[in-house]
């Protein structure tokens, strides 16, 4: 699930959208009913455990995609924004600085892995840059980034998603009960979460079947996170570009355009921007204080919509396809992600 992807709306198509949008309001309703009988689950593990159960037992018809599609990234995006209402700029710079050390380290590590282990497993050197990236920053967002820059082929790029969304799954059921069973509190777990899951709407499934505050704190690592997209999508486009040029001189002017600061704002995503906009509201006082429970309420409906569109858009054929070694090497890195964020939060907070 790429919370980047554009899913344009032109006039006139909401009708296209109603029927998959209204499948994955119905899921959430479940989803939600479920959450109130069982809190410590929340509502969005159970959509999008429920949503790639129903996408496994049938896939849903072609009319329902449009809809799907649109919860699955808008949907979210907007609770992402509407999760901003309940924080202030102040917090957003606080959480953002706190977090690097734990941040950057497991970047680091997990694309130093992404190539050591890649290379032990001959898997091929663009498959290991699109799966660590993915990975140590943002899911499959980030393996959209990366793939233009360094002239990835359309199947790596299908088998690295489908590699990712393994483990999005894996983190959004397991790391509440690691937090559980580490007695992680709500501020230690958002920045296990937000350090350590890849995408954007796994990281808030889990986060927020943690707690509220859980959820506000990972949403701003994870944002934080997201920026690293730019100077590892600028190092990569250079890197490839340099190999290009010692074959073919010529194609040094489209690398060069592909690297420039325009194409790095780009990378921006509006969300994030719409997130601070938000924050800023809320930090002026122009939100007011009754409305930070219907917001929270509201909130999390908008995310256990978008989560069961990403479960019922399960490419369940993609994932078959996709072979032992890119899992392994998946598995192999999200295990030292998970391992790195503990260790290094215990040496930097003690949580």
């Keep these: 699930m790429a919370l980047t992807t554009s899913v344009p709306v032109a006039p006139g198509q909401t009708p296209a959208l109603l029927p998959g ?6 899921l959430a309703l479940v989803s939600t009913a479920i959450g109130s009988a069982v809190p410590l689950v929340g509502s969005a593990v159970p959509a999008v455990v429920l949503g790639a159960a129903v996408a496994m037992v049938r896939t849903p018809r072609r009319q329902l995609v449009p809809g799907l599609e649109f919860a699955g990234t808008r949907v979210l995006q907007a609770a992402v924004v509407a999760l901003g209402l309940r924080l202030s700029l102040h917090q957003v710079v606080t959480v953002g600085a706190g977090s690097l050390p734990v941040m950057l380290g497991t970047l680091a590590v ?15 050197g663009d498959l290991q840059v699109l799966i660590g990236c993915g990975t140590g920053i943002c899911g499959a967002s980030a393996i959209a980034a990366v793939a233009p820059a360094i002239g990835a082929a359309g199947a790596d790029v ?6 990712i969304f393994v483990f999005n799954i894996a983190a959004v059921l397991v790391f509440p009960l690691i937090g559980h069973a580490l007695g992680l509190s709500q501020h230690a777990f958002g920045l296990f979460a937000g350090t350590a899951v890849n ?8 986060a927020a079947a943690y707690g509220h505050p859980a959820a506000d704190y990972a949403v701003v690592v994870k944002l934080v996170r997201t920026l690293m997209i730019i100077p590892i999508v600028l190092t990569l486009a250079t890197v490839a570009g340099r190999r290009r040029a010692a074959a073919a001189p ?8 592909s690297t420039t600061p325009v194409r790095a704002v780009r990378l921006v995503p509006w969300f994030l921007i719409g997130f601070l906009l938000a924050a800023a509201a809320n930090t002026v006082g122009l939100v007011p204080s009754s409305a930070t429970g219907p917001i929270a309420t509201g909130s999390a409906f908008l995310i256990s919509i978008a989560l069961a569109g990403v479960g019922l858009t399960t490419d369940v054929a993609a994932l078959r396809r996709t072979g032992p070694r890119p899992l392994l090497l998946g598995a192999v890195l999200w295990a030292s992600v998970t391992l790195v964020s503990l260790g290094l939060q215990t040496i930097t907070t003690g949580w």
């Design 158 to 163: 299908a088998y690295a998603v489908s590699t």
């Design 250 to 257: 010529a194609s040094v002017d489209s690398v060069a355009h």
């Design 199 to 206: 995408d954007t709407s796994s990281v808030v499934a889990a």
């Design 21 to 26: 949008v209204s499948a994955a309001v119905v």
């Design 110 to 124: 997990c694309l130093l892995l992404a190539r050591l282990v890649g290379r032990s497993l001959r898997i091929a």
